[in-house]
């Protein structure tokens, strides 16, 4: 009898939903569900985007093994495409701002990627202009996960069929950080052809707020792939919010994750203090391994 063996790549995907349990207080009618994308190969959601986008260039003919690729991020895309490039064969270089933690910048290291850092005040919005700028001058080629149709079509195929299928299309509210917007985008997109009813709730950064993976971007550096008529609602989320529902998220409930996934918790818990009976997903987009550093765990 011939066994068909998995590839890591095959890993990518199918995580699991759990409920929240003690943080929900005790006469809270709804269901807060959490989607762990820390359970993927590489550590984040960004891995479902980041295979799509080198998988579909190489099935287009739009890049070959061995080519190299360039791309801006602040952390979980970097190291998703560093374990794609892997894989497939691919030379990857990541344009990322100095005050990214070292853990990042290690896994980055470790999957063979090469970093090129930026200072914290060019931010990424500097890093994406010096992707563009190396691949003007020939140095490889972007992937553009800002601007890129195969980072939602990713969620689209994967994630919103997942979320639909693990709720028995129960779902009320879909709760995302917003950074690239690849997530939610997919995700909405899928979940409001199933069902228009679904409310689908962003995230982003309230004002002097400093959330890895989560931004509110200048006009000018807006990801194209963003449609702001696949969001129902925009929460604001301050730092001190993202951090506490991260902390207890690690000590009351023992999921251990990154400061954007608490503030996708603080979102879905305020949104279950003020709905009867709704059934809210949000998600968990990356694990907190790769924060210790910062020091957020300890404060």
């Known amino acids: 009898m011939s066994i068909q063996y998995s590839t890591i790549a095959d890993c990518v995907g199918q995580t699991p939903l759990v409920r929240l349990q003690r943080m929900l207080p005790p006469d809270c009618s709804s269901t807060v569900l959490l989607k762990l994308e820390g359970n993927n190969p590489a550590g984040s959601v960004k891995d479902r985007p980041a295979l799509s986008m080198i998988q579909r260039a190489q099935q287009r003919g739009d890049i070959q093994p061995g080519d190299t690729l360039i791309e801006a991020t602040s952390g979980n895309t970097g190291i998703a495409l560093a374990m794609a490039a892997a894989i497939m064969g691919y030379r990857m270089v990541l344009i990322m ?31 994406r202009d010096l992707a563009l700028a190396m691949q003007q001058r020939g140095e490889g080629i972007v992937l553009n996960q800002f601007g890129n149709l195969d980072n939602p079509q990713a969620h689209y195929e994967g994630t919103g069929p997942e979320i639909w299928q693990q709720t028995g299309g129960q779902i009320t509210h879909f709760v995302s950080s917003m950074g690239t917007t690849g997530t939610i985008m997919g ?113």
């Not at 969001?231 to 301050?238: E, F, G, K, N, T």
């Open 187 to 299: 995700t909405s997109r899928y979940l409001k052809e199933r069902n228009p009813d679904v409310q689908i709730i962003g995230l982003q950064p309230a004002e002097g707020a400093s959330i890895p993976g989560i931004r509110r971007w200048p006009e000018a550096y807006l990801p194209t792939i963003y449609d702001a008529t696949r969001v129902d609602q925009v929460l604001d989320i301050s730092q001190q919010q993202a951090e506490d529902a991260m902390r207890r998220l690690a000590r009351e409930e023992g999921i251990f994750a990154g400061v954007s996934s608490g503030g996708s918790v603080a979102g879905a818990l305020q949104l279950a203090s003020e709905l009867q009976d709704a059934t809210i997903v949000c998600i968990i987009c990356d694990r907190g391994d790769r924060y210790l550093s910062s020091g957020v765990f300890a404060r």
């Open 97 to 127: 701002p100095d005050n990214a933690t070292m853990e990042r910048r290690w896994a980055m290291e470790a999957y063979g990627a090469e970093l090129i850092l930026v200072s914290q005040e060019d931010g990424m919005e500097g890093a």
